[in-house]
């Protein structure tokens, strides 16, 4: 196993940097939604959530920094203000998923369609009291937010990145039969295709076999095979 090092710490800055400047921007935009760059900034928004939440999947497998009290901010800081989730309970349930892939005992995985497996993904992760967070912080925020840009550039966005998480990232790499052990599946090589769709978790095999490189170094990984 690799030992991380302090540049995935600066990359997880990067994102959550990313993602905070331009939410903060966007909460202040005047919207017009006959405006192109509407719809643009909301797939935009999308991929910096979809980020957040990759960054907290980093901090699981202890890949942002050689200091575990490091990777365990990051990942409550990012599962935060991603949608109130408690990284303790994702921690678990993740590395549940790899530990035992393709089973019934995988939180991840349903012998089922795409919507029925989407719903049952959804629902292992969702508790009540994250909703009743959500809702408290969106009715505070509107006080001093325009309740469209909130909607549009925090709601929307965030709701939009757990179907490309999923999509991606677990219906994609584990739905059928595979002939391995990692029963998975990954994209055919293409990086920037790999990095918009998904922070090159779309190399799905590449990280079941190596969960110590960090999705910024995924790409190599998929070289090397």
């Given at each position: 196993?690799?030992?991380?090092?302090?540049?995935?710490?600066?990359?997880?800055?990067?994102?959550?940097?990313?993602?905070?400047?331009s939410?903060?921007?966007?909460?202040?935009?005047?919207?017009?939604?006959?405006?192109?760059?509407?719809?643009?900034?909301?797939?935009?928004?999308?991929?910096?959530?979809?980020?957040?939440f990759?960054t907290?999947?980093?901090?699981?497998?202890?890949?942002?920094?050689?200091?575990?009290?490091m990777?365990?901010?990051?990942g409550?800081?990012?599962?935060?203000?991603?949608?109130?989730?408690?990284?303790?309970?994702?921690?678990?349930?993740?590395?549940?998923?790899?530990?035992?892939?393709?089973?019934?005992?995988?939180?991840?995985?349903?012998?089922?369609?795409?919507?029925?497996?989407y719903?049952?993904?959804?629902?292992?992760?969702?508790?009540?009291?994250?909703?009743?967070?959500?809702?408290?912080?969106?009715?505070?925020?509107?006080?001093?937010?325009?309740?469209?840009?909130?909607?549009?550039?925090?709601?929307?966005?965030?709701?939009?990145?757990?179907l490309?998480?999923?999509?991606?990232?677990?219906?994609?790499?584990?739905?059928?039969?595979?002939?391995n052990?990692?029963?998975?599946r990954?994209?055919?090589?293409?990086?920037?295709?790999?990095?918009?769709?998904?922070?090159?978790?779309?190399?799905?095999?590449?990280?079941?076999d190596?969960?110590?490189?960090?999705?910024?170094?995924?790409?190599?990984?998929?070289?090397?095979?």
């Amino acid at each position: 196993m690799q030992r991380s090092s302090y540049t995935g710490l600066l990359i997880a800055l990067l994102v959550l940097g990313s993602w905070a400047l331009s939410i903060v921007l966007l909460m202040q935009w005047h919207v017009d939604l006959k405006n192109p760059l509407v719809y643009l900034f909301i797939l935009l928004q999308m991929h910096l959530y979809t980020g957040l939440f990759i960054t907290a999947h980093d901090a699981m497998h202890g890949t942002i920094a050689p200091n575990k009290k490091m990777n365990d901010a990051a990942g409550f800081i990012c599962t935060f203000l991603y949608a109130s989730f408690w990284y303790p309970k994702l921690y678990s349930k993740h590395h549940q998923h790899h530990n035992h892939v393709h089973t019934d005992a995988d939180p991840d995985y349903h012998k089922g369609s795409f919507f029925s497996w989407y719903v049952r993904f959804i629902r292992n992760y969702l508790s009540i009291w994250q909703i009743v967070v959500m809702a408290i912080i969106f009715n505070i925020l509107k006080i001093w937010i325009p309740q469209q840009n909130l909607i549009l550039f925090w709601v929307v966005p965030s709701l939009l990145s757990t179907l490309q998480l999923f999509y991606f990232g677990t219906y994609l790499p584990h739905k059928g039969e595979h002939g391995n052990k990692h029963h998975s599946r990954s994209l055919p090589r293409n990086h920037f295709f790999a990095f918009i769709s998904c922070y090159f978790f779309g190399y799905h095999y590449e990280h079941h076999d190596a969960p110590w490189v960090p999705w910024w170094r995924l790409w190599k990984v998929k070289e090397s095979k």
